[in-house]
């Protein structure tokens, strides 16, 4: 059964860096396209970045997080990580994790972590 | 990457069909068949319901359906039901290599 569960999450004052965790099961994450989004308090979902596999690895992220987060596996606990640098109070959301298909849409996503920035 | 354009709302009564605009751009929606759409219910994680603009995943009912003309893309829900009440967000990849959400839709059953 695939899985992805999140940790990680929880109130950064503006400025901070935080680490979130989304361990997957039911399949593996080093061959397999995964994504990051996020959904602000109230508002819709945005897609914070993506990453896939082969030629390296590429990561893309959106312009609102670049610069300051990144996006890491590490194939040996398959887990998927996002780290959170420079947190600014607009970064408060749901942070969602979740695999990528072939097809090109998102079947599996994690629960959830709520991030919040405030001093 | 601006977000697609979705009504903010649609609503009906039960049976009948609410269709949801999806609106985006020739680098988006207009360049890919690769338009998805999301069913969200309130405090819980998005739910895959049409993929590649008009295929559903296994289990979702044959009442949603999904289309696209030029940079638009649309789901139509026939013969609505209570359970539908949800939030409603399409995707679409980009020539980005990335995704973009829509702004989302709220469908009310009366």
């Known amino acids: 059964e695939v899985q992805l569960v999140q940790s990680g999450g929880g109130l950064v004052q503006p400025g901070g860096s935080l680490r979130l965790s989304c361990a997957a099961s039911g399949f593996s994450v080093s061959n397999t396209f995964m994504t990051w989004v996020r959904q602000a308090p109230g508002k819709g979902l945005e897609s914070v970045s993506v990453l896939y596999t082969g030629g390296g690895g590429i990561t893309y992220y959106a312009d609102s997080v670049k610069g300051r987060f990144s996006s890491s596996r590490d194939n040996s606990k398959n887990t998927l990580y996002l780290h959170m640098t420079s947190l600014r109070p607009e970064d408060t959301a749901v942070y969602y994790c979740?695999?990528?298909?072939?097809?090109?849409?998102?079947?599996?996503w994690g629960q959830g972590l709520v991030v919040s920035v405030s001093s | 990457q601006s977000a697609l354009t979705q009504p903010p709302s649609v609503s009906g009564s039960p049976g009948q069909s609410v269709t949801i605009s999806c609106t985006g751009s020739t680098s988006d929606i207009g360049n890919y068949y690769r338009v998805s759409w999301y069913q969200q219910s309130p405090g819980t994680a998005p739910k895959i319901i049409m993929y590649e603009v008009s295929s559903r995943p296994s289990g979702v009912p044959g009442r949603f359906s999904g289309s696209k003309s030029g940079n638009t893309a649309s789901l139509t829900i026939s013969g609505l039901q209570a359970e539908d009440e949800a939030d409603y967000y399409c995707s679409s990849y980009t020539d980005s290599s990335t995704y973009v959400f829509g702004t989302g839709t709220k469908v009310t059953v009366l």
């Open positions: 979740a695999r990528v298909t072939r097809q090109y849409y998102f079947d599996f």
